[in-house]
Every structure is written in structure tokens, then in C-alpha cells.
């Protein structure tokens, strides 16, 4: 069982350390391997997870950061303020556990509907959208020159790596069409300013407690570009779980964000914001594709990836929502 | 001609099953695999139901908009082609409408919860 590699890996690293127990994986993140676990120690259990490498799960290989660049951008994130879970160890062949990292547990809920509909969150919940945009502002300003090798991406190729992502299902959709062209049509060029993107940046990849975000999760799809990317992405409707008229997670509103961003010191470009609200749309839903592609060839058969290829009708509404609105 | 039940019927059958007796005796992660099992045979069911008469009327407004005939898939791959070569665009009297009626069947099926489907919806279909 995964307690034994992970008892031989801590005692390598952990001074102290004796052993760990209640290795669970957990089911919550789709997008990939990740198990908790406490490290036994004199001083009292070390809550710790692992995140390692998928089989079959997660972004395409040529968009991932990669687990290596994953870790250090938590690192970094962590010495800088953003919140973020303090990386432990990174995994090394010895370990035989794959390639990925261990990290501190972070206490809190990363499930979306939970942190929307629970008590527990109430009070907290009015704040977040404010909140994420300070986040988003401190992210955007980790020093470069520290920075892992990421690839680089603007709008406008952006926009060609999803046409030929969307081509390559060969799946005829009039709405991705015709969100292609406007996208092309609205194509805002090269950013002011590029910056980190963490291109991830969600509902469902946050760390939530009764005070707030508490760490930020997910950094694989990390990469240079324009940062207003992120600034649309979490207000993508897909990650609203129902909370439709709350654009920033279900949580609050754009202006919200955009003043909890501007208040840290950094501009919002709105036009562009919302391109790429619409790009991040569409781009969820060439992803459930790219789900319905690898359900059908393998090597993941499973249900659960069967009924995700299912949702981009989902995003085909909140398209035509945002290009096509109806009267009321 | 097949006898009888249906496949809605059969289908319907063992969700119902699922539902009622296994749900009960199993937690954790099986739970949830079950719930998206129970989820499958559900959407089954509403395709089955309704996709004979909404594949219809698809392709009679795709008829009307592209002035060619053919099966709905043929159909929505040339209307794919056109909205691509600038041909067809929301200017295009008809289209707006149509990929509306036709996005409303699909979440019909696919995801009738979903809350954008539930807000257009109350705005009458």
C-alpha cells in the first residue's frame, strides 16, 4: 500500500519522523492524483498531501507546468503572502511514488457547493470576491526572475490552440463556432504587461475557511501571459455552481473583484476581462471534449469522464448568454 | 419491430433499482460512482424520450437556414463550415434562434438542473 512508500519517503526527509497513517486519496480534484495523509512524529501528527503525477487525468501535456514547476510556485507563492500551502518535499525517484510533491495540509473546503451553501462559510462568503481579486493582485506580482520555465501565451495564440484543440475532436458545434469567431473578432492583442498566470484560478481550487482563502491550489496550468486571464477565468460561469448572478465564483461581483485587484495596486482592463471570460468558456468546454475523446480512446473508461464530455452544453448556454443574450 | 418494454421502460427500471435498493448499502467513493450511474441512466432516459422529435425539428430550421438538405449530423457539420468561413453570423436572420432552440434541447437532456437552463427556461424556452 501507498503507506508504506510514503513511511520510507518521509523518514528520508522529515527528521524525526516515524512513519504516517490514514493515507486516503482523495476524491475531490478531477484533474488529479492527490491523497492526505498525517506523518507520525514525537511532536504530534504533521498533516500532510500528496499530489503526483495523473494516469490519464489532467491538462494536456504540452499546457502543463509540470509538478516540478508546481512546487516551486507554491513555494513561491508561500514566501510572498499569496496563500498557499508550504511544499515539504519534492518527490525523487527513490520515493517510488511517482513524480510529484508533498505539501502541509491546509485545513478548510475545496468543494465549491459546500463553501457556497454551508453556514460554516456565511460570513465569509461576502468577502471572498474582494478578497480573490488582493490574491489575484499579489499572484500577478511574484517576481519574474524566480519564476520556473513556464511556456508563454497571449490572446491571440490562445485563440489558435483552441480552434486546433476544438478541430482535432471533430465534433461540429455551431456555438464553438461562432464563440471562435468573436473571439477573433475581440482578439485584445498582446497585454500591457505580461505576468505569471496561474490559469487554474477558481471555485473548486481554493482552500476555504470561515475567515476566508486559505490556500491556492492547482498551479499546473501556470504559464506568462496577460493577467487579466485570471481575472476572467474565475468568473467563468461554470465555476459559479448555480450562484449564476454572482460572476466571481458564485461568491460576489465583478466589481467587487475588480476593486479588491485595483485596491493592491494593480489596473483591471474590463473589455479584456471579459474576453477572456468568454475564452475561458469555451475553453471548458473543448476540455469536456477533450474528457468525451479520452473516455472513448482510453486509457480512463470511467463514468465519470463519460458524463463531464455531457457537459459542454453547459458551456454552449453560458455562451450564447454572453453573445447571443435574449431579451428579458 | 421490438417487443416490449421500451428501452425507456427498461432503462427507467434499473435507475429505479439503483435508486431505491443499492443506494442504501453503499458509502464513500462507490456512493458517488453510483450517484454518476444513476445520473447516466437518467440522461438515457431523457434522450430516449425526447431526441426523435427535437433531431426533427433541428434539422427542419437547418433545412430553412442553409437551403440544403441532409441527416442531422451532415446538417450541423455545413453549418459549423459556414459560421467558420464568415458565411453565417448572428446577422443571419434565423441563426440566433436556432442555436438557441437547439442548445435549450441539448440541456434539456444533458443537464435540465443546470441554472443558466433553468433562467432561459423561465424566460419561456
Known sequence: MIEAELSRSVARWCPGATGVTGAAKLSGG????????????????????????PKGYGAAPTRAAGLGAEAQLMQLAYEAG??????????????????????????????????????????????????????????????????????????????????????SLNWPKPVFELALRWLRDHDPGPAAETTLVHGDFRNGNLIIGSDGVRAVLDWE???????????????????????????????????????????????????????????????WGIMC?????????????????????????????????????RGS | MQDEPTPIELTKAVADFLRSDITPLISGHQAFKLRVAINILELVTRQLTREKESDAAEVERLRALLGIDGSVTELNRALAERIAQGEVDLTTPGLAEHLWATTMDKLAVDQPNYASYKRELSRGG
Request: charged letters at 30%; hydrophobic letters at 40%; one cysteine or more.
Open chain 1, 82 to 167: 499569496v496563500p498557499s500551502p508550504r511544499v515539504m518535499h519534492v518527490l525523487t525517484p527513490e520515493d517510488e511514488l511517482g513524480t510529484g510533491f508533498i505539501m502541509q495540509r491546509v485545513e478548510g473546503e475545496t468543494i465549491a457547493r459546500k463553501i457556497l451553501r454551508d453556514e460554516e462559510y456565511a460570513a465569509a462568503r461576502p468577502l471572498l470576491a474582494r478578497q480573490i481579486g488582493g490574491i489575484l493582485a499579489g499572484l500577478h506580482r511574484l517576481p519574474q526572475d524566480k519564476l520556473p520555465a513556464l511556456r508563454s501565451r497571449g490572446a491571440t495564440q490562445e485563440i489558435g490552440e483552441f480552434e486546433r484543440d476544438y478541430r
Open chain 1, 221 to 283: 496550468l501556470a504559464h506568462l501571459g496577460d493577467p487579466m486571464e485570471d481575472l476572467g477565468w474565475v468568473c467563468v460561469n461554470s465555476w459559479r455552481f448555480g450562484e449564476i448572478d454572482k460572476p466571481v465564483g458564485g461568491f460576489g461581483t465583478r466589481e467587487e473583484l475588480f476593486a479588491g485587484y485595483e485596491a493592491a495596486g494593480r489596473k483591471v482592463d474590463p473589455a479584456r476581462v471579459k474576453f477572456w471570460e468568454v475564452m475561458g468558456t469555451l475553453r
Open chain 1, 289 to 325: 471534449g477533450g474528457m468525451m475523446q479520452r473516455f472513448r480512446e482510453g486509457p480512463d473508461h470511467s463514468m465519470e469522464r463519460a458524463m463531464i464530455g455531457r457537459r459542454a452544453s453547459e458551456t454552449e448556454i453560458d455562451l450564447l448568454r454572453l453573445l447571443a443574450p
Open chain 1, 30 to 53: 478531477a484533474s488529479q492524483e492527490t491523497w492526505r495523509f498525517d506523518i507520525v512524529h514525537p511532536d504530534g501528527p504533521i498533516g500532510a498531501i500528496l499530489r503526483r503525477s
